[in-house]
């Protein structure tokens, strides 16, 4: 089977480059497909080590990136003319191939891969949602907003994906029940794990588990509602000034919540650390993690961590975390923003080092089912299924 994933880039490693080339490289292991990776911006000088050599990377040479995304009138004019090259471009390469499979992952490419494109293959079109659906509402901070959220979304999911698209895919079974419900055309299917636990300390589970350390990652921006976590940890803080946390990520929050750290009096136990390369060292290092976001698609992280023995706490947030922490068992949820119960739930594992380690192991455990070779599997079977019918 030749299945052709559409995105813009694979450069960066964010959550969705990082999930398409791990699904790529699974699929490409089954014996029969030829899979293939179409970006609009792959600049010449990154090397995607990550990305198997059973996966073609087809670069378009759009170029979305060089200029486009400032607000300026030239910027949106090339913007507009770019438009019209990668569609082009799209339909060239495509015809070319002739795939089976069409996945737009969901970035410029998602209003040129469909039913519209009339491929000599005939390919089935596929869309994936790697957002929560109603994103645009939830993020809202205004009356207006909200309001230009819910007719933007009835547009895009509600009619465009409706008829363009030969199937949708979500992510948790709680966004497919609320946001797509009666639709024949959406399935839900989670994101597989991207990173490998390794013992790359020389240390065992036991003596990583006495690390007093909590960990947060993800972007320095409003969604990922770091505020409310510094605060919660605050409540506690005295109580245990051995322990640290350690936020990792990159955003426009940073002075915000550099700013709450100081005037929290934290700067001795809350330290924002950029961004890294290197996620898989940073949780062998940690006690346990934490996700204080106001929405999710599919947290990923938290997949993350668990696969490294690392029990997690989350607000219980749309959508994901409900679906893939098992209450008691391998982690905790909290009601959204009760940052008193956060602390509470933070303290009761900073107490207990033999409860991280139980937590842990039931983590790596429920990881376990997310791995990419399993998941691939679950894809071949969707394919077949919408090729069928």
């Known amino acids: 089977m030749k299945i052709a994933y559409c995105l813009n880039s694979i450069k960066g490693f964010g959550g969705i480059q990082r999930v398409t080339i791990v699904k790529a490289n699974s699929l490409a292991e089954i014996s029969g497909n030829s899979v293939y990776i179409l970006v609009t911006d792959h600049q010449n000088d990154f ?64 209003f040129f891969c469909t039913k519209n494109l009339r491929l000599k293959s005939k390919p089935i079109y596929i869309r994936e949602i790697h957002f929560a659906t109603n994103y645009r509402e939830k993020l809202s901070k205004s009356l207006a907003s909200k309001i230009s959220g819910k007719i933007q979304s009835f547009l895009d999911f509600g009619l465009f994906c409706r008829i363009q698209y030969d199937m949708i895919v979500c992510l948790t079974p709680e966004d497919l029940k609320e946001n797509w419900k009666g639709r024949k055309n959406v399935v839900n299917m989670p994101n597989p794990l991207t990173l490998v636990s390794n013992d790359i300390l020389g240390k065992t589970v036991e003596q990583i588990r006495e690390i007093k350390k909590i960990v947060a990652v993800g972007r320095l921006s409003y969604p990922k509602n770091f505020q409310s976590l510094i605060r919660s940890f605050k409540l506690i803080s005295d109580r245990y000034p051995e322990w640290k946390l350690e936020i990792y990520g990159e955003g426009s929050d940073r002075v915000l919540l550099e700013q709450l750290i100081i005037q929290l009096t934290l700067q001795k136990q809350v330290f924002l650390m950029g961004g890294n390369d290197n996620l898989g060292r940073v949780l062998d290092c940690a006690s346990f993690l934490v996700l204080s976001s106001e929405s999710e698609g599919f947290p990923l992280v938290l997949l993350e961590a668990m696969d490294h023995w690392l029990p997690v706490i989350a607000y219980d947030c749309q959508f994901g975390p409900s679906h893939i922490i098992t209450q008691d068992i391998d982690g905790f949820l909290v009601e959204q923003n009760n940052e008193v119960f956060l602390a509470d739930r933070m303290q009761y594992l900073m107490n207990d080092a033999g409860l991280r380690r139980r937590m842990g192991i039931n983590a790596k455990d429920k990881a376990s089912a997310f791995m990419p070779q399993s998941l691939a599997k679950r894809w071949m079977d969707l394919f077949n299924l919408v090729r069928r019918n």
Do not use: M
């Open 47 to 110: 090397q995607c080590e990550l990305l198997s050599p059973k996966v073609t990377l087809i670069d378009l040479n759009i170029r979305y990136y060089e200029d486009d995304w400032h607000k300026t009138w030239k910027s949106r004019v090339s913007q507009f003319k770019k438009r019209f090259r990668h569609k082009a471009a799209l339909k060239n390469v495509l015809h070319e191939l002739q795939p089976d499979v069409v996945i737009a992952v969901g970035q410029s490419e998602k």
